[in-house]
């Protein structure tokens, strides 16, 4: 099994900035891509940022050029930097990993959720 452990949200204002962190544990031999996704109140889930074990990045439009998604692979962890958070970035935010295992299983583990609100 592998657990996700996320921390780093909380209230801030607009135009602010917070940093997240998951970091992944357990039976892993290895990580194919880590990421954030996030889901707001009536909306469905949806991704924010995705790193995979190359480094290459993908982005939501809506966040290109104020969230940053980095990788710590010493560390199985991963980041996200937002800057100038927005209102609309209210949301639970989830880490999400694509791990394989030693015995070659690979699977898709997703961390408990991290609230971040973005309020005056």
């Known amino acids: 099994q592998v657990q996700l452990v996320e921390s780093g949200g909380g209230l801030v204002q607009p135009g602010g900035s917070l940093r997240l962190s998951c970091a992944a544990s357990?039976?892993?031999?290895?990580?194919?891509?880590m990421g954030w996704y996030r889901q707001a109140p009536g909306k469905e889930r949806e991704l924010v940022a995705r790193?995979?074990?190359?480094?290459?990045?993908h982005y939501a439009d809506s966040v290109k050029g104020r969230f940053t998604c980095s990788r710590d692979n010493a560390k199985n962890t991963v980041y996200l930097q937002m800057n100038s958070l927005k209102p609309e970035d209210t949301a639970v935010y989830y880490c999400?990993?694509?791990?394989?295992?030693?015995?070659?299983?690979?699977?898709?583990?997703w961390g408990q959720g991290t609230q971040v609100t973005v309020s005056s």
């Open positions: 999400n990993a694509d791990v394989s295992s030693h015995s070659g299983r690979r699977s898709t583990y």
């Open positions: 357990g039976s892993i031999f290895s990580i194919n891509g």
């Open positions: 790193i995979i074990s190359g480094g290459s990045t």
